[in-house]
T-cell receptor
Framework: DGGITQSPKYLFRKEGQNVTLSCEQN?????MYWYRQDPGQGLRLIYY???????QKGDIAEGYSVSREKKESFPLTVTSAQKNPTAFYLC????????????FGPGTRLTVT | ELKVEQNPLFLSMQEGKNYTIYCNYS?????LYWYRQDPGKSLESLFV?????AVKQEGRLMASLDTKARLSTLHITAAVHDLSATYFC??????????FGAGTRLTVKP
């Protein structure tokens, strides 16, 4: 089955630690995205990548880093510089070209204490 | 600054009633997307509206797009409890990344 997977579903970390969230897709999509969602809020764009080895900052990139070494993978690292990392993180992908419909993974809920 | 505004942000309605959710956006976008999110879950695509005047219907939900007014509506007909969720609209300005509204949290009561 084609789709987007994110792991783990729940993640707990101590303050000051870096943590990497996984996002994998087997849809052969060109573009991939990371969003952050806080309780009762909408989605805010962290980073996106339209092709391998290239990515752009979104609205709230500070304290985050990404890589895009393979088309199917777009991991997000939440660094210790991120002031309020506790949130729900969603990964999405699109086929590229003229189709901008985004397909979302199941999300990772990160709690930092 | 790009704005995607949804109205209302919270909606409580009785089963069987009709209501409309509005999505206004401040920049040019010739397409608009509606998503549904259940509590603690990811986003599920509902509608993709690709041109001015586009109308799509699925069950008790109908979405429309007026690109000249920069307005989309999501109309709910004869609401049922299963429609309780948060609904997001999103646009793609300048054929770039997708921008979302804040969401409308819908609660349908018996």
């Amino acid at each position: 089955d084609g789709g987007i997977t994110q792991s783990p579903k729940y993640l707990f970390r101590k303050e000051g630690q870096n943590v990497t969230l996984s996002c994998e897709q087997n849809l052969n999509h060109d573009a991939m995205y990371w969003y952050r969602q806080d309780p009762g809020q909408g989605l805010r764009l962290i980073y996106y990548s339209q092709i391998v080895n290239d990515f752009q900052k979104g609205d709230i990139a500070e304290g985050y880093s990404v890589s895009r070494e393979k088309k199917e993978s777009f991991p997000l690292t939440v660094t210790s510089a991120q002031k309020n990392p506790t949130a729900f993180y969603l990964c999405a992908s699109t086929p590229g070209g003229l189709s901008y419909e985004q397909y979302f993974g199941p999300g990772t809920r990160l709690t930092v204490t | 600054e790009l704005k995607v505004e949804q109205n209302p942000l919270f909606l409580s309605m009785q089963e069987g009633k009709n209501y409309t959710i509005y999505c206004n956006y401040s920049t040019t976008s010739d397409r608009l997307y509606w998503y549904r999110q259940d509590p603690g879950k990811s986003l599920e695509s509902l509608f993709v509206l690709l041109s001015n005047g586009a109308v799509k219907q699925e069950g008790r939900l109908m979405a429309s797009l007026d690109t000249k007014a920069r307005l989309s509506t999501l109309h709910i007909t004869a609401a049922v409890h299963d429609l309780s969720a948060t609904y997001f609209c999103a646009v793609v300005p300048n054929n770039n990344d997708m921008r979302f509204g804040a969401g409308t949290r819908l609660t349908v009561k018996p």
